[in-house]
């Protein structure tokens, strides 16, 4: 079977990081992505140690980025966050840090500008991941969130990004982002070995909500099996990451959500198994 | 100035089409677009009549395309009422047919088939479109509507249809649904004198709803200045068509909303006189 991984914000409500990790052990889930700030909570060293005693590979850190801001201070604190960041997923041993790149300063309208901003931002901190051996994984946001979290918007944006800044850097293909792109099928054979990540969960309709509703796999239209078969044809036999940010979900036992999580992930093994 | 045209769906909760080609009157707008269902509430011919009386230009009809359908029935159920939205827009003189080619069909997950079902609904009608001297401007909407309004979804793949169709078709280009392209600017060059339409509201930050919550021009983050330049810089010399779904400005005075709308109009042109 594929290695399915949790991300902790599919929980965030309910559970902390000790729980996140005792949960999978339970749910026979093998891997963990944490956000940083249940991170942060428990402290690096000691989540490091239970989830490396818990037997959990760590698909990813959730998140670097969010560069532009503005004006220069805000830069330079964000660049030093992302610092912080990638010494935290090197203690992690985490396949990569997830790169949610930033919207819109405020008030801006400057969206060619905020994209040099990113540039900029992972320019300048790609020496550091270089060093600890951790991948930049930019993560292209679906477009309804450019304005506020993300002018990364395509899997084609994001490897011209590669393209540029070269080793060190690779891509987290989420299929909730991603799915509608006409581009897509290429630019996924163009990623090649590239995909550092591979997040899983659904488009519903209706959607209702621009960030906190994201659908359990199966629940809707996207052919996330498709979607994953692209991906192992260009080799990559990673995780696959669950992240639903839900406030549906977020209203359930935990333990359920993960049950159903497994469930689903192993309905889709069926539908399409490993070849 | 540049033209203005009121997009009638703009004022939909509470003016007619007998409403709005008065208000476009009274407030100094020389441009409009109905929505079917109040041109076909008033009758064709009647309308086509009220608006040359009232000297007003149609700068689009909205709207043919919903291609996509589970079964044959459905989909030709869907090329016939295209074919009767081309006569209309003929009567009209419309300055083109505004194409809102549809989503997957119910429980469907396969986007290329449904991709597939709107150029060969496109495909279908582009005889009588030809014939009727009617452009049906393809308008890619955002992905945010890719399930369920547009598989349609970059003016990069429209421009590929336009490609493959030929003669007759063209593309709209809603600032709200393109805003976000990093190809923007590159597909802008490359539509070229395709460009039959030009549509304006804004993004909101936050927007709270995937359809009905678009800003007035100038609340929000899109350049639609630089956007309107880009077209202008193809040879686009057409109307500036405002159409806002948004259940805020729908519960205004609907006098109100179109003096709001020259205003901000006005502020552009102030902002980025014609060259």
């Known amino acids: 079977m594929r290695p399915l991984s949790l991300n902790t914000v599919t929980v965030r409500e309910k559970w902390g990081l000790a729980e996140c990790i005792e949960g999978c052990a339970r749910q026979g889930i093998p891997g963990i992505s944490p956000w940083r ?11 490091a140690r239970q989830i490396r005693d818990a037997g959990l590979g760590v ?60 540039a900029d931002g992972l320019a300048a901190i790609l020496p550091e991941a270089r060093a600890a051996g ?3 994984a930019l993560e292209p946001l679906h477009p309804m969130t450019c304005a506020d979290r993300s002018v990364l918007s395509t ?18 293909v989420d299929v909730y982002h991603v799915w509608w792109d006409p581009e897509l099928p290429a630019q996924m054979r163009r990623a090649g070995e590239r995909i550092a990540a591979f997040h899983a969960c659904d488009w519903l309709v209706p959607t209702t909500d621009l960030v906190f509703d ?13 979607i994953r078969a692209m991906a192992e044809e260009t080799g990559y036999d990673g995780f ?15 333990d359920e959500v993960l049950r159903l999580i497994r469930l689903r992930h192993e309905a889709l093994e069926e539908l399409s198994p490993v070849p």
Chains 1, 2 share one sequence.
């Open 37 to 47: 700030d249940v991170l942060q909570a428990m402290g690096i060293a000691e989540a």
């Open 59 to 118: 698909s990813g850190l959730c998140r670097g980025g969010m560069f532009p801001a503005a004006d220069a201070a805000g830069r330079a604190a964000a660049i030093e966050d992302n610092r912080r960041a990638i010494e935290e997923a090197h203690a992690l041993r985490a396949a990569c840090l997830v790169m949610v790149c930033g919207g819109l300063p405020p008030g801006s309208k400057d969206l060619p500008g905020a994209r040099q901003m990113v």
């Open 134 to 136: 951790v991948t930049l």
């Open 155 to 172: 899997l084609g944006q994001a490897l011209d990004l590669c393209d540029a800044l070269g080793e060190g850097t690779g891509v987290a």
């Open 214 to 226: 994201r659908g359990m796999p199966g629940d809707g239209v996207i052919d996330i099996a498709g």
């Open 240 to 254: 696959t990451e669950v992240e639903l940010l839900s406030r549906r979900w977020w209203a359930e036992d935990p």
